[in-house]
Nanobody, 125 residues
Framework: QVQVLESGGGLVQAGGSLKLSCTVS????????MAWFRQAPGKEREGVAS???????YYSDSVKDRFTISRVNSDNAVYLQMSSLKPDDTAMYYC???????????????????WGQGTQVTVSS
């Protein structure tokens, strides 16, 4: 049984930082591309960042230069370091795993096989 577990969300003031963590079990982690998505109330789910098996990373324009995605295969974990947070970053953040190398389609939710339940990030102004 595959499990994807996110943690690290919370309430932070604008300009602050948070680090999200995601652990995956039940699959060969190193063979999966990983991504973070987010969904704010009334909005569609959007891709935030992705990291391929070999470490290549992709970011949405809205978070580039503020967020950093990383992975530690030995820990079956992927992280999202978020800095200079803005109220617009408020959303439920989801971790996702794909058995395919998603590449330039990294932000297409349908490319991902496994999803976590999400962790809430709230940025106050």
């Amino acid at each position: 049984q595959v499990q994807v577990l996110e943690s690290g969300g919370g309430l932070v003031q604008a300009g602050g930082s948070l680090k999200l963590s995601c652990t995956v079990s039940g699959v060969t982690f190193r063979r999966h591309a990983m991504a973070w998505f987010r969904q704010a109330p009334g909005k569609e789910r959007e891709g935030v960042a992705s990291i391929m098996r070999g470490g290549i990373t992709y970011y949405s324009d809205s978070v580039k230069d503020r967020f950093t995605i990383s992975r530690v295969n030995s820990d079956n974990a992927v992280y999202l370091q978020m800095s200079s947070l803005k109220p617009d970053d408020t959303a439920m953040y989801y971790c996702a795993a794909s058995a395919d190398e998603t590449g330039y389609t990294w932000d297409v939710a349908a490319r991902y096989n496994y999803w976590g339940q999400g962790t809430q990030v709230t940025v106050s102004s």
